[in-house]
């Protein structure tokens, strides 16, 4: 379930030359291509005159909310920047979602002080709030706030956004549901297993980690969860939480279930996976979710609550995301050195990226229709909150316009990190960094949901990686998606319910062996958690260090009771289903350590793309059986 807000987005600049390029524009059409160039060049110079007179609490915030600030305050600007978005949210009130980095408690009463609404204050300072948006200036000026951002979003990663689905699929659906038959639970043999080697997850806590568990009570009362240990106050809002429930409950029927939101924030969601550890005594932690602006190239606050977690004991599950592969030529992931181009940007400073490693040169990448509304991020490999290398984002339409774009300032203390948003409508947008100052990095840019495409002269170029964050934690389980009755060793048995089809037509086939838009690896990190470099001296693409991520692929398109995941699809469905089996082994074994049930689910796993690892599905399938024989259960 895609839960996107309108994130932030800015403005986008680019040559005369390279417009030629990217806009499809002729030379012989020497008006239309003036044209275009002038919008440009107006946009750029406005939108950088603005980077060049910040005032220092202005410096302390990303530039859409200063963006947004002056747009409403100077006519003058507004009208050379027509078709500009900022992104940012304003409510009727007045008032936008912000993320507030400070030290101290202080800030949280100053908020409630200037009229605003605080929805989460950390431990650390932290604070999400609903903050005027005329206030900014004066608590981004405080001497103890080092940030404020507009919120930060997250997303689930299950496949129902587009209600798209076919009759068979929700017949199938109902059918299963009907008759208490989860397709999960026999592809991965756990059905078997439990009659087999006698287990069934008693004795184990496993606790998911969502969006929220709406109809908790009601799949409760029909008999298709038991109780469930929800932490005080995060029961959060949305059901993808209950579906996961679900599955678990399917796999592992005697498990003890717990959960807490991880949608409230970014620091409320790493809190909660420690709190699930330490209150909520959880042995398995499970997740579907990923906030936009964890780092690729270092752990950030999620992944180090992971690190805490595992380092504890905890075995710990995460879905891999949907965000496509380059397998299947479904990636919208680019990441790649730095390479200036020879085309330089008319009345902007700074260099934009070639992404052509031709001798033809293309300062853009093109989005896929399908990209609209998606937020695009933009990376590098700086150190995260000490980023003295000033990158910045850019997107344009087809005629030149600047329409949204990221240019907040990197002077040694910020994070190496922008993010804007494609329009929601139109046609021929493309995506341009521009490298402000400093030195060259190895970038890493990300359509989220979202495709890279040809379009018009502009080629497209798209790379494998695009798992990062908390579910590439190294002690963490990354897991990729199968659809349930095509891609594993067994089938479903006579009278079982077909697998249905998947939600997007021409990304499934019977002959599918995993999800097309299951995200793929490897990871590339530079830095270590503390932000000491793992290579000193080389953050390029020969440098850091190299994790094999996803680590397993689980089942997805299976039945639940709860509207809107009848079918679930999505690697929200995957992980939820490796949590149950780890559950089932536990259960066999209470003495294993997490090495030995990696190791057992691992080494027992059933290839499905090349011979061992694959930057797709990882070391395979998990199957229930196997892995209990490899972690030495006896059968009964």
Not at 154 to 175: H, I
Not at 319 to 333: E, K, M, Q, R
Request: net charge neutral; proline share 5%.
């Amino acid at each position: 379930m895609v839960r996107f807000s309108r994130v932030a987005a800015h403005a986008v600049p680019l040559t005369v030359g390279a417009l030629l390029l990217t806009t499809g524009v002729s030379a012989a059409q020497p008006s239309t291509v003036d044209a275009a160039a002038a919008r440009t060049e107006a946009g750029i110079n406005a939108l950088q005159s603005i980077k060049k007179s910040l005032s220092p609490a202005e410096r302390k915030q990303s530039s859409q909310l200063v963006v947004e600030k002056r747009l409403r305050a100077d006519r003058s600007l507004a009208a050379k920047l027509p078709e500009y978005r900022s992104g940012v949210g304003v409510n009727t009130a007045g008032t936008v979602s912000v993320d507030i980095a400070a030290q101290g408690n202080a800030v949280a009463n100053a908020v409630k002080a200037a009229g605003g609404t605080v929805r989460y204050a950390a431990p650390d300072g932290a604070v999400r709030a609903d903050l005027p948006l005329s206030a900014l200036d004066a608590i981004a000026g405080r001497a103890d706030v080092t940030e404020v951002k507009p919120a930060a979003q997250a997303t689930t990663w299950s496949e129902q956004g587009n209600r798209d689905f076919r009759k068979a699929a929700q017949a199938a659906a109902a059918q299963a549901a009907a008759t208490q038959v989860s397709e999960g639970d026999k592809a991965h043999g756990a059905d078997t297993a439990r009659t087999t080697y006698g287990v069934s997850g008693s004795g184990v806590k496993v606790c998911v980690l969502s969006d929220g568990v709406d109809s908790l009570a009601k799949s409760q009362s029909a008999g298709e969860l038991p109780a469930v240990d929800v932490l005080s106050g995060q029961k959060g809002s949305g059901d993808e939480g209950t579906a996961m429930l679900e599955i678990i409950h399917d796999l592992a029927p005697n498990a003890t279930l717990g959960f807490a939101t991880a949608f409230t924030s970014e620091a409320s969601f790493a809190a909660n996976i420690r709190a699930l550890r330490t209150t909520g005594k959880c042995q398995i932690i499970v997740d579907d979710v990923s906030y936009f602006d964890e780092s690729p190239f270092q752990d950030t606050q999620v992944a180090q609550a992971v690190n805490d977690v595992t380092a504890a004991g905890v075995l710990y599950f995460s879905s891999a995301g949907n965000s496509g592969n380059a397998t299947d030529g479904t990636s919208g992931y680019y990441e790649g050195d730095f390479r200036a181009s020879s085309s330089k940007i008319s009345g902007v400073t700074g260099t934009p990226h070639d992404f052509d490693p031709s001798s033809t040169t293309q300062n853009f990448d093109a989005l896929s229709a399908g990209s609209l509304g998606r937020p695009v991020t933009l990376f590098w490999s700086d150190p995260w909150g000490k980023s003295a290398n000033d990158y910045d984002l850019f997107i344009l339409n087809s005629s030149g316009s600047v329409v949204a774009s990221s240019e907040n300032a990197q002077s040694g203390s910020q994070n190496p990190y922008e993010i804007a948003s494609a329009p929601s409508s139109g046609s021929g947008y493309k995506v341009a960094v521009v490298k402000y100052s400093g030195a060259d990095r190895f970038i890493a840019l990300n359509v989220i949901r979202g495709r890279f495409v040809a379009s018009g002269s502009l080629k497209a170029f798209s790379t494998n990686g695009v798992t990062n964050g908390h579910s590439a934690a190294a002690n963490a389980f990354s897991v990729a998606a199968a659809p349930a009755a095509g891609a594993f060793g067994r089938p479903l048995e006579t009278g079982d319910p077909a697998n249905p089809a998947g939600p997007y037509p021409g990304l499934y086939t019977a002959s599918s062996k995993w999800e097309r838009f299951s995200s793929d690896g490897k990871r590339r990190l530079f830095y270590n958690a503390d932000g000491t470099a793992i290579t000193p001296g080389n953050v390029s693409s020969t440098g850091g260090t190299v994790r094999n991520k996803p680590d397993i692929t689980a089942a997805d398109g299976v039945a639940t009771s709860v509207t809107g995941f009848q079918p679930f699809f999505g690697t929200s469905a995957a992980a939820p289903h490796a949590a149950a089996i780890a559950a089932l082994l536990l259960s066999g074994k209470p003495t294993a350590t997490p090495a030995q049930i990696r190791s057992a689910l691992v080494s027992s796993a059933i290839d499905l793309g090349t011979p061992g690892f694959d930057t797709v599905t990882g070391n395979g399938v998990i199957m229930a059986g196997p892995a209990l024989a490899a972690l030495g259960v006896a059968a009964k």
